[in-house]
């Protein structure tokens, strides 16, 4: 069965960082594109980014808000997808989510405040 | 960036039928956006239950459904059960940058 499970999440303040982790388990990770998306409390969910395969070129795409700020990254030999946070903000402040587009880990709170 | 609407909210009746829609600011909604639908409950972790338009998983119940209605993508739930009450989000694919609608908080009362 697939799944995966972020973890990572904690209080950080304004203009800090922080690196959240999703292992993957029970399919082929390295084909796989990977996903992060979010939803601040209360609110919608939010696309963060994605990192495709190696294969098919391992590149990255950002959503708006977060680019220039974030890094998605992978580790194929450790089954383990990656979001590096920098420069954070209040409004980053949500339950972070890894994805596959069919499967979702249960997420990872991040909260930026002072 | 485009914007992904759903209708806010939808009341449907135990074992009624209802649909869910979902447009892009941009144009009819095709094939080509990839069109996905996923569930959450609250608490919980999204799930997807509908991808491409109108595929489903495994863990799909057969009473959900998924096409394309008048420039729209659709969800269509029939006979609808207690545990269906949940939120349902439409995400389309622009470019291979995602899209969210803001979400239909479904009521089954």
């Known amino acids: 069965e697939a799944q995966l499970a972020e973890s990572g999440g904690g209080l950080v303040k304004p203009g800090g960082s922080l690196r959240l982790s999703c292992a993957a388990s029970g399919f082929t990770f390295s084909y796989a594109w990977m996903s992060w998306v979010r939803q601040a409390p209360g609110k919608g969910l939010e696309w963060v980014g994605r990192i495709k395969s190696k294969t098919d070129g391992g590149t990255t795409d950002y959503a708006a808000p977060v680019k220039g700020r974030f890094t998605i990254s992978r580790d194929d030999s450790k089954n383990t997808l990656f979001l590096q946070m920098n420069s954070l903000k209040t409004e980053d402040t949500a339950v972070y989510y890894c994805?596959?587009?069919?499967?979702w880990g249960q997420g990872t709170l991040v909260t930026v405040s002072s | 960036q485009a914007v992904v609407t759903q209708e806010p909210s939808l009341t449907v009746s135990p074992g009624g039928t209802v649909t869910l829609t979902c447009g892009s600011s941009?144009?009819?909604?095709?094939?080509?956006?990839?069109p996905y639908w996923l569930q959450q409950k609250p608490g919980q972790a999204p799930r997807t239950l509908i991808y491409e338009t109108s595929n489903k998983h495994s863990w799909t119940p057969a009473r959900f459904s998924g096409s394309l209605l008048g420039g729209k993508v659709a969800l269509t739930l029939s006979g609808a059960q207690p545990e269906d009450e949940a939120e349902y989000y439409c995400l389309l694919s622009y470019s291979g940058a995602w899209v969210f609608g803001g979400g239909t908080k479904l009521t089954v009362l």
């Open positions: 941009t144009g009819a909604v095709t094939s080509g956006h990839y």
């Open positions: 994805t596959t587009d069919q499967v």
